[in-house]
């Protein structure tokens, strides 16, 4: 299948800084990507769909201004959780689209913030 | 209701049986259904896909889906303990392509 990479793939910061994560279609050109976090003991929750050269589209009740998500190149999507607090602490899964139908995805950011 | 409910288990299976993994979904216009294992700790892992109504079969992996009930299931023939993980089933919001994911059911195959 298609390789999804994710950097980091675990990071601990202070509460009040920013962390990014970035998403990476290695073998091919992904237009969109999808960003998820997930707690423990439950399932993934589909955070912002990110397409390439326009704004990510938001689910609701995250805030965009919180995450933010940019996907400067068909090979690349970045969130940056600004001004994280103990709250935001999860693990963060990329996907990219593959084909009309199938998600590939990363191997998961887990964060932190103490 | 939940737009798709699995069972979480856990659900144990003796090695070499065949596990039975459920998923109901709730929007009747969905087109496309995807099951995902997912190890501790890890993201997951696409098993395969299904559109159609019936049956798909890879390897030891069978999908089963029936539009009418708006049920989906999975069986895995011949469990290994290395099966033993979180199996995820989603489906693609019909107009979108966004996936909504069930909780996971919690398969154990003992040795």
């Known amino acids: 299948g298609a390789v999804v990479s994710q950097h980091p793939s675990r990071v601990i910061c202070k509460s009040g800084t920013s962390v990014k994560i970035e998403c990476r279609s290695l073998?091919?050109?992904?237009?969109?990507m999808f960003w998820y976090r997930q707690f423990p003991k439950k399932s993934l929750m589909l955070m912002a769909t990110s397409n390439e050269g326009s704004k990510a589209t938001y689910e609701q009740g995250v805030e965009k201004d919180k995450f933010l998500i940019n996907h400067a190149s068909l090979t690349l999507s970045t969130l940056t959780v600004t001004s994280a607090h103990p709250e935001d602490s999860s693990f963060y899964i990329c996907s990219a689209k593959v084909g009309e139908e199938t998600q590939y995805f990363g191997p998961g950011t887990r964060l932190l913030v103490l | 209701q939940k737009e798709v409910e699995q069972n979480s288990g856990p659900l144990s299976v003796p090695e070499g049986a065949i596990a039975s993994l459920n998923c109901t979904y709730s929007?009747?216009?969905?087109?496309?259904f995807f099951w995902y294992r997912q190890y501790s700790g890890k993201s997951p892992e696409l098993i395969m896909f299904i559109y159609s109504n019936g049956d798909k079969e890879d390897g030891r992996f069978t999908a089963q889906l029936n539009k009418a009930s708006q049920y989906v299931s999975l069986l895995i023939r011949d469990s290994q303990p290395s099966d033993s993980a979180t199996y995820l089933c989603a489906v693609r919001r019909s107009g979108t392509y966004k996936y909504i994911f069930g909780t996971g059911t919690r398969l154990k195959v003992l040795a």
């Open positions: 073998d091919f050109q992904a237009t969109t």
């Open positions: 929007d009747r216009g969905s087109q496309s």
